[in-house]
């Protein structure tokens, strides 16, 4: 063996062992950031060759086309999101009454072809029954769980929405 090809495998070895924990805090870094970009690059090439033709229209400036593909995309993801926040709002006291009357929700048994149901048949009409023999605070004892992870993920889903469109709106 040669004595000098030690210390150059040992020193190959640290610098792949240095990178690969660079590359793993890097990912570990951005991964929060993966979803926003992953919509990012989604939006940007399904709308390329619009800004192509924009760019076009423009007489070949590209900051012109940019500005109003920005614009566009902003309307499209800020009006149908005013218009619900709007509804909701508008709709709120019905919305309470909604939830309220679900409590008091006669629930039936199960019908006949439930239970007739290939493979999931008897299994279902036993759960319809079940749920229907329970009270408000069984079910909402049954349901809490799936709340939380309905809410986790929604809250999510939106705090990435507005990651996006937030980095979108910031000046360069």
């Given at each position: 063996?040669?004595?000098?090809?030690?210390?150059?495998?040992?020193?190959?070895?640290?610098?792949?062992?240095?990178?690969?924990?660079?590359?793993?805090?890097?990912?570990?870094?951005?991964?929060?950031?993966?979803?926003?970009?992953?919509?990012?690059?989604?939006?940007?090439?399904?709308?390329?060759?619009?800004?192509?033709?924009?760019?076009?229209?423009?007489?070949?400036?590209?900051?012109?086309?940019?500005?109003?593909?920005?614009?566009?995309?902003?309307?499209?993801?800020?009006?149908?999101?005013?218009?619900?926040?709007?509804?909701?709002?508008?709709?709120?006291?019905?919305?309470?009454?909604?939830?309220?009357?679900?409590?008091?929700?006669?629930?039936?048994?199960?019908?006949?072809?439930?239970?007739?149901?290939?493979?999931?048949?008897?299994?279902?009409?036993?759960s319809w029954r079940k749920l229907a023999a329970a009270g408000p605070d069984e079910i909402t004892a049954h349901l809490a769980p799936f709340a939380r992870t309905v809410t986790l993920c929604s809250s999510a889903t939106w705090a990435t929405l507005g990651c996006c469109w937030c980095s979108s709106c910031s000046p360069r």
């Amino acid at each position: 063996m040669d004595p000098n090809r030690s210390p150059d495998l040992a020193r190959t070895t640290l610098q792949l062992l240095a990178l690969a924990a660079l590359i793993g805090t890097s990912l570990w870094i951005v991964r929060p950031f993966l979803v926003a970009l992953i919509w990012a690059a989604t939006v940007a090439i399904a709308t390329w060759p619009l800004l192509l033709h924009a760019q076009s229209w423009f007489g070949g400036r590209r900051s012109l086309a940019v500005a109003l593909m920005t614009v566009v995309l902003l309307l499209i993801l800020v009006v149908p999101l005013y218009f619900a926040i709007t509804t909701i709002t508008g709709n709120v006291g019905q919305i309470t009454e909604w939830s309220k009357s679900l409590a008091t929700l006669i629930r039936s048994q199960p019908p006949a072809w439930v239970e007739a149901l290939p493979l999931v048949g008897a299994r279902l009409a036993t759960s319809w029954r079940k749920l229907a023999a329970a009270g408000p605070d069984e079910i909402t004892a049954h349901l809490a769980p799936f709340a939380r992870t309905v809410t986790l993920c929604s809250s999510a889903t939106w705090a990435t929405l507005g990651c996006c469109w937030c980095s979108s709106c910031s000046p360069r």
